[in-house]
T-cell receptor
Framework: GQSLEQPSEVTAVEGAIVQINCTYQ??????LSWYQQHDGGAPTFLSY????GLEETGRFSSFLSRSDSYGYLLLQELQMKDSASYFC???????????FGSGTRLSIRP | DVKVTQSSRYLVKRTGEKVFLECVQD?????MFWYRQDPGLGLRLIYF???????EKGDIPEGYSVSREKKERFSLILESASTNQTSMYLC??????????????FGPGTRLTVT
């Protein structure tokens, strides 16, 4: 079957660093994406990894290990506005077909 | 900026009604998608379309159909709404041009309640 596993909830302190892990098992793999969704809002794209390694975009970084079917999103210098749900998603074909994980709700404490 | 709009933010329908959810994007994207989002289940793909009049089933197409008569518009149809179709429906679009087809742009969503 096809599945993506990520923690349902994570809590962290403002200013700290948090890592959200994602493991996947899918038929077909072109890359791993991360999306952010605030309550009541639409998902917005954060990052994409097609190759092994770390991609950095400001305070956010994303990592992929294809051999381990594993990736993570790293958020640094956490801010209260980072409180949201984060979804990992596997791109299964060149035609943009994506399967999403069930999401990780990140709560930030002052 | 890419803009994806959906016809309604909230919709209440009765069991057995035919329901139309409309999605329009203004960036000339070829690919459009319909997802439903339920707590603990993430986003699940219902249908997608690569081009006008082209459609392909996603992971949960049962009870739904779609229509794409114009490139900018992708409609989701519930032929006979049922209570288990109460959900948040999200439309998304992307383009294979420019090498960023992995980046999907989402509309604000339609929260559908079927009573």
């Amino acid at each position: 079957g096809q599945s993506l596993e990520q923690p349902s909830e994570v809590t962290a302190v403002e200013g700290a660093i948090v890592q959200i892990n994602c493991t996947y098992q899918t038929s077909g793999f072109y890359g791993l994406s991360w999306y952010q969704q605030h309550d009541g809002g639409a998902p917005t794209f954060l990052s994409y990894n097609a190759l092994d390694g770390l991609e950095e975009t400001g305070r956010f970084s994303s990592f992929l290990s294809r051999s381990d079917s594993y990736g993570y999103l790293l958020l640094q210098e956490l801010q209260m506005k980072d409180s949201a749900s984060y979804f990992c998603a596997v791109r299964r074909s060149s035609a943009s077909k994506i399967i999403f994980g069930s999401g990780t709700r990140l709560s930030i404490r002052p | 900026d890419v803009k994806v709009t959906q016809s309604s933010r909230y919709l209440v329908k009765r069991t057995g009604e035919k329901v139309f959810l409309e999605c329009v994007q203004d960036m000339d994207h070829e690919n459009m998608f319909w997802y439903r989002q339920d707590p603990g289940l993430g986003l699940r793909l219902i249908y997608f379309s690569y081009d006008v009049k082209m459609k392909e089933k996603g992971d949960i197409p049962e009870g739904y159909s779609v229509s794409r008569e114009k490139k900018e518009r992708f409609s989701l149809i519930l032929e006979s709404a049922s209570t288990n179709q109460t959900s948040m429906y999200l439309c998304a679009s992307t383009s294979p041009r420019g090498g960023r087809s992995y980046e999907q742009y989402f509309g604000p969503g339609t929260r559908l309640t079927v009573t």
